[in-house]
């Protein structure tokens, strides 16, 4: 099964790509989550992403499709895989497409988890991050049992540079521009599923699953 994760940033796509893909056995495959990896291991790659990253913008197109194209080609996706974070812009979309149709394959579902813009910026701004292991909490919907600690590994958590409220405005912005475009894009597919994203987490997970089957 193939699946794409569409939402704005905040929409807990991530969240549930994880469900997803522990449910399915398939790999979650976060392109942001790649960035930040590449960042801490200070990679040529992490340092060219960061400078967009920190401002809010999207990381150019020809840093992103290699990258996801070489990830999809790897043993553990042989199955399917959840995508979540990609493709962001309609030539990654049409990139992926080709990639795939050139082994005869195509994207199953393309959710997307729709959540308003008002409801982002609170959600954002409580979001906390491990700065070790990269866990994702939220100070009122998903706290750690300790404030200020991660609780898988015990690190601090952070305010990610790109959820600081200036940031947030950016992305968001930018999600309207150049993803939201995307939903199109798959309806022209008849592969979109929408899902009410202002639910509760287990909520819009039945809600995914229902459609996943
Ligand atoms: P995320 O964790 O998915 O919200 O991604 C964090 C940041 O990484 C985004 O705001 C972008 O700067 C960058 N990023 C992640 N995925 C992509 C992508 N597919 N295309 C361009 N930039 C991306």
């Given at each position: 099964m193939k699946i794409i994760m569409l939402g704005a940033p905040g929409a807990g796509k991530g969240t549930q790509a994880k469900r997803?893909?522990?449910k399915y056995s398939i790999p979650h495959?976060?392109?942001?989550?790649?960035?930040?990896?590449?960042?801490?291991?200070?990679?040529?790659?992490?340092?060219k992403a960061k400078t967009y990253?920190?401002?809010?913008?999207?990381v150019p197109d020809e840093l992103v499709v290699d990258l996801v194209v070489d990830r999809l080609s790897q043993e553990d996706a042989k199955n399917g895989y959840v995508l979540d974070g990609f493709p962001r812009t309609i030539p990654q979309a049409e990139a992926l497409d080709t990639a795939l149709s050139k082994k005869s394959e195509s994207v199953d579902y393309a959710v997307d988890v729709e959540v308003p813009d008002g409801d982002i910026i609170d959600r954002m701004s409580g979001r906390?991050?491990?700065?070790?292991c990269g866990a994702s909490y939220h100070v009122t919907f998903n706290p750690p049992k300790?404030?200020?600690?991660?609780?898988?590994c015990g690190a601090a958590l952070i305010l990610r540079e790109d959820d600081k409220p200036e940031t947030v405005a950016k992305r968001l912005s930018v999600y309207h521009e150049q993803t939201q475009p995307l939903i199109d894009y798959y309806t022209g597919k008849g592969i979109i599923k929408e899902v009410d994203g202002t639910?509760?987490?287990?909520?819009?997970?039945?809600a995914i699953t229902k459609i996943l089957g």
């Open positions: 997803i893909a522990e495959i976060s392109t942001g989550d790649i960035f930040r990896a590449n960042i801490k291991n200070n990679t040529e790659l992490g340092q990253m920190d401002q809010g913008l999207l906390r991050s491990c700065s070790q300790e404030e200020g600690v991660c609780d898988a639910m509760g987490m287990d909520e819009v997970f039945d």
